[in-house]
């Protein structure tokens, strides 16, 4: 395969594919909308699935570096604090927590020719004829490309582009980011990620880096129930008094938590959380989907970046094969991620339910989860076996 690859989108997925691409010695070029990379701070979980695949890609020493390694996940009440559930991970890979811009950072540096990144580069549409791609810029007109792949996020032009009836519906929740500095008062949070559920909320709160770090940060998720529909976007200021409010629980770690939230000079932002549905392809020709591009998630399995580097990963693999032509390996792609990402897609959109159970429901859930944690906690490993224990063989 000796086409040269452009990547529209410099986001984690695209920058893994960029890394992946040159270590097979494939030539790209990644064009980003942003004029520079946004230090965006907010946690990201890195499961067993992906560090495997990071360290194939050379990252493991780095990683090792800059995250907080999760041993394992307490559920607990919003409503009595009570620990619902608790277990250990029994996954020989480490689970890794870290920030985003710390990752993201992390697999810029890793690739060698970064001439071929190309920041302030907006794609405001694209043809294919005569068998050349043509993508029209903002700020520099129209290039040709011999192959694309749209690593473009949620919002993805070119997505629209393939479907251009698509629609996605408001899940009915919103959820607000905020990242503070680790306290010691924290500890009790340390080597595990810990969730608050209730009727019409639930918090995640986890810590970013490593303990031997100058530098550690608390994590902070809160999903809540709301029939107005929000924007999409990561970006828009949220009131943290007010939200403090909205979160009141009678867990004191919790208040705790939240009321260093209100006096955190960290900003905390809201964004909607909308439902896409599986896709019926992903690829037309030269051009193909990744990421959130191709199957957008809601954050409740924690694996919408883990996804997007699996397909970066994978994607290379099949354009690594000089036999075939650019556009089968797409379709080789496509074949080989459809199945599992669209199942990660329903598990998210399940655990929504589940979190936010009330009644009978919240009541039946809790006793399960009690007598499983109590009796056979490695149960609750098996329930995500299949996405943590994945491992991508090299080809």
């Not at 390996?329 to 074949?335: A, D, N």
Request: net charge positive; glycine share 6%; charged share 20%.
């Amino acid at each position: 395969m000796k086409s040269e690859i452009t990547i529209v989108g410099a986001g984690i997925g695209g920058l893994s594919l960029a890394l992946a691409l040159e270590q097979k010695g494939i030539n790209f070029r990644l064009y980003e909308q942003a004029n520079s990379f946004e230090a965006l701070g907010y946690g990201i979980q890195i499961s067993p699935n992906v560090v495997h695949i990071l360290e194939k890609l050379g990252l493991k020493k780095q990683l090792e570096r800059l995250s907080h390694i999760c041993l394992g996940f307490q559920l607990r009440s919003f409503n009595t604090n009570k620990i619902l559930a608790e277990w250990k991970l029994d996954n020989k890979t480490p689970y890794y927590q870290c920030r985003r811009a710390d990752l993201h950072q992390l697999l810029f540096d890793m690739i060698q020719n970064k001439g071929r990144i190309y920041f302030s580069q907006c794609l405001e549409s694209y043809e294919q004829k005569d068998n050349h791609l043509y993508l029209h810029l903002k700020n520099q007109g129209s290039i040709t490309a011999q192959a694309m792949v749209a690593a473009d996020g949620i919002n993805s032009v070119i997505r629209q582009s393939l479907f251009p009836q698509y629609q996605v519906r408001y899940s009915g929740y919103s959820a607000y980011r905020v990242i503070l500095p680790f306290h010691r008062k924290y500890h009790f949070l340390w080597g595990k990620a810990t969730v608050w559920m209730g009727k019409n909320h639930h918090v995640v709160v986890y810590p970013n880096g490593n303990e031997q770090s100058p530098e550690s940060w608390l994590n902070l998720v809160l999903v809540i129930k709301e029939r107005k529909s929000n924007d999409q976007s990561w970006s828009v200021p949220a009131d943290k008094t007010a939200l403090a409010q909205d979160f009141a629980n009678h867990s004191n770690e919790l208040n705790l938590i939240l009321e260093d939230m209100i006096e955190s000079p960290e900003p905390c932002f809201k964004w909607g959380l909308f439902i896409h549905e599986p896709l019926p392809y992903w690829s037309q020709s030269k051009v193909t989907l990744l990421g959130d591009a191709a199957h957008p998630m809601l954050p409740f399995q924690a694996q919408g970046a883990a996804m997007a580097i699996e397909d970066a990963y994978v994607l290379a693999q099949y354009l690594s094969n000089e036999k075939e032509m650019v556009e089968e390996s797409f379709i080789k792609y496509e074949q080989a991620r459809m199945k599992r990402t669209g199942a990660v897609q329903r598990l998210s959109r399940r655990n929504a339910d589940i979190f936010h159970a009330s009644g009978i429901k919240a009541l039946t859930r809790n006793l399960i989860l009690g007598l499983v944690s109590a009796i056979m906690p490695s149960l609750l490993n098996k329930r995500t076996a299949w996405i943590y224990d994945y491992k991508i063989e090299n080809s």
